[in-house]
């Protein structure tokens, strides 16, 4: 299996940058595609689609969520922070079975 | 709109059986992939199965492998997952999802979730 490893837990300021990491035991990656997906989870609520193939944002997701990165290395920026974004963000690869998510990493506000 | 609905949910005892439902709305389901997935409480997502549109490729997790059986029904708009002997660490949120392609493409709408209780 394909193990992704996030941080726990990151703590940034209002209006600052954050930048989320997830690495994989292997790569995810094809000719083609980065297979790795961003989700984010507020608490008491369902995830949402954030960032899909690495760097493609999902749909009505603010320009301010961006990601990037290819083989086994992986990011999720949010520039600038907002209050809004409080929440815990999962990646997620596709590219074997089984599908296989991150542990997730819980953004907190300085 | 998209809309995913679980029912199902429970609490039921080690060992016994539960079948959970998820209907869909606002798409046309007989042309989607759709998926289960679930979370313990306080915990991080874990996939569970994931069947294609037509019902020709069906996956699953090795925790549920032969105990659970994902389905679909498209006449009904509406996707199952039947579970049999239960344990204590099948308790968890479980979530229907939409994938926009095959099993390479992300979990791109997520239902509210029915929760799964196994306790004696």
């Known amino acids: 299996d394909i193990v992704l490893t996030q941080s726990p837990a990151l703590a940034v300021s209002l209006g600052q940058r954050a930048t989320i990491s997830c690495r994989a035991s292997?790569?995810?990656?094809?000719?083609?595609?980065?297979?790795m997906h961003w989700y984010q989870q507020k608490p008491g609520e369902q995830p949402k689609l954030l960032i899909y193939d690495a760097s493609n944002l999902a749909s009505g997701i603010p320009v301010r969520f961006s990601g990037s990165g290819s083989g086994t290395d992986f990011t999720l920026t949010i520039n600038p922070v907002q209050a809004d974004d409080i929440a815990t963000y999962y990646c997620q690869q596709s590219r074997e079975l089984p599908l296989t998510f991150g542990s997730g990493t819980k953004l907190e506000i300085k | 709109e998209v809309q995913l609905v679980e029912s199902g949910g429970g609490l039921v005892q080690p060992g016994r059986s539960l079948k959970l439902s998820c209907l869909a709305s606002g798409f046309t389901f007989s042309n989607y992939g759709m998926n289960w997935i679930r979370q313990a409480p306080g915990k991080g997502l874990e996939w569970v199965a994931s069947i294609s549109s037509s019902s020709s490729y069906i996956y699953y997790a090795d925790t549920v492998k032969g105990r659970f059986t994902i389905s679909r029904d498209n006449a009904k708009n509406t996707l199952y997952l039947q579970m049999t002997s239960l344990r204590s660490e099948d308790t968890a949120l479980y979530y229907c999802?939409?994938?926009?392609?095959?099993?390479?493409?992300?979990?791109?709408?997520w239902g509210q979730g029915t929760l799964v209780t196994v306790s004696s």
């Open positions: 292997q790569s995810v990656s094809t000719s083609s595609y980065n297979l």
């Open positions: 999802a939409r994938r926009d392609g095959g099993v390479t493409t992300p979990f791109a709408y």
